[in-house]
């Protein structure tokens, strides 16, 4: 007589069970037990076809119960559920729901895969026919009837978990006004709050409005209106509402067999997922596993682990005795335009275990690009590494645009082999520009845990700069002047990197310095810089960029600077500060061009538009819309909004009608530079750095000496009168841009060939062009008649346009200037 094996749940676990065992023998006789209408279906895309992403319905039914019983004979029974299990003598009670029949099927081995629920709390109105959860397909179809046939303006999600987040994105992209509310104080649990508050930023930044650590007290009517009243007293109007407040497992009927349940309610069961009953397997939402990081035990609700279970449990019944090794708990999410993956244990996890950061783990957290950054459309994530003090990798947690998945699942693989962040750093992966860099974002994990490690550097983290005793400690901050009108933290001392060999007198060695810079790189070679110097350093993991945004309380964002319109059912919705009939829109294309191309261009468009006329600008440059917004606020012109499309952003920014922002440092806006190279390396460098600072408002003069004068020599020869050593000096001397050489690589003239072509392939600006828009922005050009004088070099020789003057005249210049570059 055949074995007969009976499964009860037909989703992900228990179809795939099914499946593997008949693979496996072809002889048994299998039975799966479905009280739903459907088997196998896309749970994970349920949201996607409510907002359209999805189009076809029948997409999200990956296998029928007549292709199940066609292609591995399985007889299959919806709505046929599971009441009772009688596991002394192997046999289930079975209620078939379309005809209210009770009947008896024995088993020789039996297969629980009930999945979870919904939960549903008992909070007054919940039962409104506009309140809604997902997690079938009836339900599905439910809420997809009310959103095709009601006239919806505002919905309200509760739960900011993975289906949460989906369905306000998916509602966002419907045109309604969303709110998401999350008892917690973040979203997306399974990365750590500083984390999460880049997505709760990103979230804002699209208008959702965000409501956090603020449950529902009750959902109340008032004049043919639904309103969600939070535990704060806010009430939000809404037209519908998801629950998607979290889930519990459907463990009761194997707890009313006599089955060993947890606390929750999970099915227990041992390494080879085998029950309390030998007889009885479980798998999937409904069960207790190991956490493969840690060794506790946990509940994990995961597709992926599923599915692998369902495998092992079948090889299990046929007599294999292969074990389940534990969940890791490797997830990703698409939030908008981000996506947010984790694996392995967040720092929440290790300190609800007892363990200390600093004593127990460490951890890192970079900024790389994803891909080569001269590269168009690379675009920086978020890398938190998790780690213990003998370099065992134990989890991560990445947030970005581009290639996240790739890089979490490097790491997932890594930990399941027991690698370490040694291991991490030497990982051979597969690089060309578009796709990576030679050092992959994954190795620069490694590198800056092992510097920690090593004590090559250490940490301090963004909780820490608060809690800095300022009696003992200065603060540092090692960015680009410029870079201070975007922000800086009160107190700090500001030392440009560049200048730090020079300045670091200025620094107290009896005080601990706390350095930080944009995202961690320039803090980690000054901090090298001052250990080596005697200085004791820390340096702030993940810079400034991330400090000011985990710092930040993005439940009080009433703007968004980021939005899509681009759905049909937005075109009602007006831009914020919309044009008034008078106002004309004026398109910009700056893709392709480096910084600073884009602000330059938009500073140059600025002064041919009329006021209150709107700029619309597209940009490679994923800083662009930071940066136009700040050199907004500083020219007194109006951010409008920014949008980030498939490969570029866009921003409107209008003409006039702004204040210009008060300076909160004491600074002239005057900048000087000399230049004394000829390098034409340097010298782009010098005028790149020249247009960006006239871009930003400033009054820039570049004063040339020496080998720099041959950058504004005229090509052509120009017939003056000179002495034998001059007409030595001019024939040895490059004439002109187009003859200056690379200060490395030049390799005879192929490296400068080279790197023209790559400028222009690129959409860099020649230095000629650089020259040109320089002056024509207003930047001083003054040779210095000293070094000319040296040198042999006439005032006819030079390009139209330059100043002459001494090294007194610059020095004045200086004077006043709040900073001085030497090139």
């Known amino acids: 007589m ?63 119960p007549e292709a199940m019983k066609e292609r591995f004979n399985i007889d299959v029974r919806v709505e046929n559920e599971v009441v009772a299990i009688h596991k002394e003598d192997k046999y289930l009670e079975v209620k078939d729901l379309k005809t209210g029949e009770t009947y008896k099927e024995h088993y020789d081995t039996l297969v629980l895969s009930p999945g979870s629920t919904p939960i549903k709390p008992p909070i007054p109105g919940i039962e409104k026919d506009n309140i809604f959860s997902l997690w079938n397909i009836p339900d599905t179809d ?51 709050y500083d984390m999460s508050q880049l997505i709760h930023g990103h979230i804002a930044s699209k208008g959702v409005h965000l ?110 005795q292969e074990a389940y090794k534990g969940t890791q708990g490797t997830s990703i999410a698409k939030v908008f335009d981000l996506s947010v993956a984790a694996t392995g244990n967040n720092e929440k996890n290790l300190n609800r275990l007892g363990k200390v950061y600093g004593k127990d783990y460490m951890m890192t957290v970079v900024q790389p690009k994803s891909h080569a950054g001269y590269y168009p459309g690379a675009i920086p994530m978020t890398i938190k590494l998790m780690f213990d003090l003998e370099g065992k990798v134990l989890g991560a947690g990445i947030v970005g645009y581009d290639g996240v998945d790739k890089r979490i699942d490097v790491i997932a693989t890594l930990m399941r082999m027991g690698g370490t962040i040694h291991d991490l750093k030497e ?25 920690i490690l090593r004590g090559d550097m250490e940490p301090i983290i963004w909780s820490e700069i608060e809690q800095a005793d300022q009696d003992k400690s200065i603060l540092l901050d090692v960015r680009d002047k410029i870079e201070l009108d975007l922000g800086y933290i009160e107190g700090a001392k500001h030392i440009p990197v560049n200048d730090l060999r020079q300045r670091m007198h200025e620094l107290d060695k009896e005080k601990e310095i706390l350095i930080y810079c944009a995202v961690g790189i320039r803090g980690y070679i000054a901090a090298r810089l001052l250990n080596q110097h005697g200085y004791k350093v820390k340096n702030l993991i993940g810079g400034y960029n991330f400090y000011k945004c985990v710092i930040k309380d993005f439940t009080k964002e009433v703007n968004p600077i980021e939005c899509d319109y681009s759905d049909k059912k937005k075109q009602d919705i007006p831009l914020i500060n919309a044009a008034e009939s008078d106002e004309i829109t004026i398109r910009l294309n700056a893709c392709g061009l480096q910084c600073p191309g884009p602000i330059l261009q938009v500073s140059e468009k600025m002064k041919e538009v009329n006021e209150g006329d709107i700029l619309e600008i597209s940009a490679t440059d994923p800083g662009f819309p930071v940066d136009v917004r700040a050199w907004c606020e500083k020219t007194g012109n109006v951010f409008m909004r920014t949008e980030k499309r498939a490969k570029e952003f866009v921003v409107w920014i209008k003409k006039g009608s702004g204040k210009a922002k008060k300076q909160e440092v004491n600074h002239s806006d005057k900048s000087t530079m000399v230049v004394f190279s000829g390098d034409m390396d340097k010298a782009l460098a010098s005028f790149i750095i020249a247009n960006g600072a006239a871009a930003m408002g400033k009054d820039v003069t570049m004063f040339f000496t020496f080998w720099g004068l041959n950058i504004l020599r005229r090509a052509e020869k120009v017939n003056v009168n000179k002495s034998f050593i001059e007409k030595m000096f001019g024939f040895m001397m490059p004439k002109g841009v187009n003859k200056l050489q690379l200060s490395k690589m030049n390799m005879g003239g192929m490296g400068t060939a080279m790197m023209k072509k790559v400028m222009k ?19 001083k050009i003054v040779a210095c008649t000293m070094s000319m004088d040296v040198m042999g070099i006439k005032e006819e020789e030079l390009i139209d346009g330059i100043e002459l003057g001494g090294v007194a005249a610059y020095l004045g210049e200086t004077d006043t200037a709040n900073h001085n570059l030497f090139i």
């Open 211 to 320: 409501y956090l650590e603020n449950g529902v007290e009750s959902f109340e009517e008032e004049n043919g209106s639904t309103y969600v009243k939070l535990q704060d007293g806010t009430m939000l109007q809404s037209d519908m509402v998801i629950l998607s407040i979290g889930i519990r497992p459907n463990g009761e009927l194997a707890k009313e067999a006599g089955l060993e349940t947890n606390k929750r309610g999970g099915i227990v069961v041992n390494e080879y997922l085998r029950t309390s009953d030998e007889h009885i397997y479980a798998l999937g939402d409904a069960i207790e596993v190991v956490d493969y990081v840690n060794g506790e035990k946990t509940m994990i609700p995961l597709a992926g682990p599923a599915n692998k279970q369902g495998r092992i449990v079948a090889n299990n019944i046929v007599g294999r």
């Open 2 to 64: 055949a074995k007969k094996v009976l499964i009860v749940g037909g989703v992900a676990g228990g179809a795939s069970t099914a499946a593997r065992l008949r693979r496996m023998d072809e002889t048994i006789d299998i039975i799966m037990f479905e009280r739903g209408k459907y088997i196998s279906f896309a749970n994970c895309g349920l949201p996607y076809y409510i907002g359209g992403t999805i189009e076809e319905r029948k997409a999200l039914l990956l296998q029928t």
């Open 427 to 451: 990982l051979e992966l597969a690089y060309a520009p578009p796709f990576s860099s030679a050092k992959d974002p994954v190795n620069m994990a490694g590198f800056t845990a092992e510097n």
């Open 761 to 779: 392939d690129k959409n860099v600006n020649s230095l000629d062009d650089l020259i040109g828009s320089a002056m024509k922005n207003g930047v």
């Open 142 to 192: 439910a809420i997809k009837a009310y959103v095709d046939n009601q006239d919806i303006k505002t919905a309200t999600v509760i739960g900011g978990g993975f289906i949460g987040i989906e369905m306000a994105e998916n509602l966002y992209d419907l045109g309604y006004q969303v709110n998401l509310v999350e008892m917690a104080n973040q979203v997306m649990a399974p990365v750590d």
